[in-house]
């Protein structure tokens, strides 16, 4: 009896713990001045920096990411390169003799990217640390308690690769500065523990903070950054009037730029002499900025971009949630598109078409990944393939494309032939381990898609639209897992998914259903695979009439709504007994002749082989 008593004490005590594993957040904020050195592509930096644990755990440690130190020879991103059968085309040379090179073993000193720690101090007391690859490791010399805070006073100085990899210099559109993971960001602590990812090219997580940036360069620059300027009028560009003068801020040749951000948790932004500003504003939204370079062959579309640019930030307001900032930038950079905190850098010698696509994409990641803080390291399927969801539906209603009941069974076909390529991992794989980078593009991308649509299949379009409403009310700010967001479907829904999370994001099985035979008085279904999932089985009688049985699987745990297609339409909708996944054979009884029968005419069930789903006398 004492020994139950006590573990039922353990129990009370650990589980308020595990329930709200996601309840604490921890808060950095940055208050960084650097001094760019345009010639070099080099900078010096200061940085004081508010870390605040909320989490439950004594920390003697923390960690920093130093990406650019990736950009050296030997790096693990170097190594990489040439070991992965599909390397990014962006960082290799191919020989003539098909022998692949990395492009940063080719990187001399002049060229790499690096950043040294010169200082390093804990509430003013001076630290131990040691660089390993990309994380800097920090001896603290007072643990950091519950709920207690430090300040961190840095200072360091770094190169821009010359090598552009979402960041670095001179790139292809002739951009001088595109700063990305430019500087040591404090690492990811959370239930997980310390999200200490060596970066060999995927992405990102990390806490949520207020950026204070000032960046003094050359005069004649103009920037486009994260975050709101907050002297516009001093420097070049952004000014209403014109206004180009550097007023008491000059030092010699160069000005301060003054950027502010709240709450956000990256902070990004690029430069160059030929930059030009414009802006528009959504309803109810940000101002949107677009920052490209002088360049009349591009001018056309970009200009072209802004109104569709607005209407999609209204678009995602009134189906996704609101946008929380002040502004958004979208600047001519980078070495293709990648969003940062309210920034996103692009790619901008575009068609029209790409170039409105990418920018919906990368706003569109302003909500799963910035909004949220979804973990791209681990969960890169939710964040890609929620923000290539979003992207591809705002994209049909503002360009008044024809919506199907499946928004885009494109992505249903390129997940099909990974599924069928051998390539194919469990998409809860972590994003830098895949095998080749085709599988982890369409895991990410396409799968990601596929989940949310066949999810829609599951419960109901309806409930789907709520749950991606309840989930920004409830997980905003928070680095919701996967496991959230099913959670809210559930709630929403009234039904059991953990099934369906399990085999389709932790397994690489898939979905086979067949139609076997059909009489007169019975339709024999089969599952050929190993994959359970509820069945729409539209039945079209000879006499005209329609039937949709709904046959719902009986994990699900009940029923998901009628819903409102033209295919269903002056369908009768019937509920049949739940299909027990143990038993592969399902018989429907029918009591007239039929001419049709077809599984889920709406296209979403993600069946390998639609072929034996329709079956017609």
């Not at 951009?175 to 500087?183: L, N």
């Not at 910035?370 to 969960?379: A, S």
């Not at 959670?487 to 139609?515: C, H, M, P, Q």
């Not at 039937?547 to 339409?569: M, Q, S, T, V």
Request: charged content about 25%; overall charge negative.
């Amino acid at each position: 009896m004492k020994n139950r008593f006590c573990f039922l004490l353990l129990q009370l005590l650990w589980m308020p713990l595990w329930a709200q594993e996601n309840s604490w957040q921890q808060r950095v904020d940055y208050d960084m001045e650097i001094d760019v050195d345009h010639a070099k592509f080099q900078y010096d930096g200061k940085m004081k920096l508010e870390y605040t644990n909320h989490s439950p755990d004594q920390l003697d440690k923390v960690y920093f990411h130093l990406y650019y130190n990736a950009f050296q020879p030997g790096s693990a991103m170097d190594a990489r390169l040439t070991n992965i059968k599909d390397p990014d085309g962006r960082m290799v040379i191919k020989e003539a003799d098909g022998t692949i090179k990395s492009r940063i073993a080719a990187l001399t000193d002049e060229n790499i990217g690096f950043q040294k720690i010169s200082s390093l101090k804990q509430n003013g007391k001076n630290l131990s640390y040691k660089v390993s690859g990309t994380i800097l490791e920090v001896q603290l010399v007072d643990a950091l308690k519950p709920g207690a805070k430090a300040t961190f006073d840095m200072i360091w100085k770094a190169q821009v690769p010359e090598l552009i990899r979402r960041g670095g210099r001179n790139s292809k559109e002739g951009v001088d500065f595109s700063m990305t993971q430019w500087y040591p960001k404090m690492a990811q602590y959370d239930a997980f523990g310390w999200h200490l990812d060596e970066y060999v090219g995927r992405e990102f997580i990390a806490p949520f903070g207020d950026f204070d940036i000032k960046i003094k360069i050359q005069k004649d620059y103009v920037i486009g950054a994260s975050g709101k300027l907050m002297n516009q009028d001093a420097v070049k560009g952004y000014s209403e009037k014109g206004n180009t003068k550097t007023a008491s801020l000059k030092n010699s040749d160069k000005v301060i730029w003054q950027f502010h951000a709240e709450n956000i948790h990256d902070f990004a932004w690029a430069a160059d002499k030929e930059f030009l500003v414009t802006k528009q504003k959504a309803v109810d939204g940000p101002e949107i900025y677009f920052v490209r370079m002088n360049d009349e062959t591009t001018a056309k579309n970009w200009k072209e971009a802004e109104v569709p640019t607005v209407q999609f930030f209204e678009y995602m307001r009134r189906n996704f949630g609101k946008y929380p900032w002040e502004t958004y930038t979208i600047v001519q950079g980078g070495d293709g598109g990648m969003e940062y905190g309210t920034v996103t850098l692009i790619t901008g010698k575009r068609s029209f078409e790409s170039l409105v696509g990418v920018i919906y994409h990368e706003a569109a990641h302003s909500w799963f990944q910035h909004l949220f803080g979804i973990n791209e390291t681990v969960d890169e399927w939710m964040d890609e393939g929620f923000t290539s969801y979003a992207e591809h539906l705002a994209y049909l209603e503002i360009f008044k494309k024809p919506v199907e009941p499946n928004p885009n069974y494109a992505a249903y076909e390129g997940y099909f032939a990974l599924a069928k390529s051998g390539y194919e991992e469990p998409m809860s794989l972590l994003a830098d381990y895949y095998d080749t980078n085709y599988a982890y593009g369409v895991q990410a991308y396409v799968k990601g898609q596929v989940y949310l649509i066949q999810l829609e299949y599951i419960i109901g379009k309806e409930n789907l639209k709520k749950t991606f409403s309840e989930f920004y009310k409830n997980w905003k700010f928070k680095h919701p897992t996967p496991n959230d967001f099913r959670r809210t479907a559930e709630k929403v829904s009234g039904l059991n998914l953990k099934w369906y999370e399990n085999l389709f994001v932790n397994t690489t099985r898939t979905v086979d259903y067949s139609i076997e035979n059909l009489s007169d008085t019975t339709i024999e279904l089969k599952n050929l695979s190993n994959f359970p999932m509820p069945i729409d089985l539209l039945v079209e009688y000879a006499d005209g009439s329609k039937e949709l049985f709904y046959i719902p699987n009986l994990e699900l745990r009940g029923e998901k709504p009628a819903e409102d297609f033209e295919l269903y339409k002056n369908a009768k909708r019937t509920i049949l007994e739940p299909w027990i996944w143990t038993n592969p054979n399902y018989t429907v009884k029918i009591s007239k002749a039929v001419k049709r029968v077809t599984i889920d005419p709406t296209l979403r069930l993600a069946d390998l082989n639609y072929s034996n789903n329709i079956y017609s006398k």
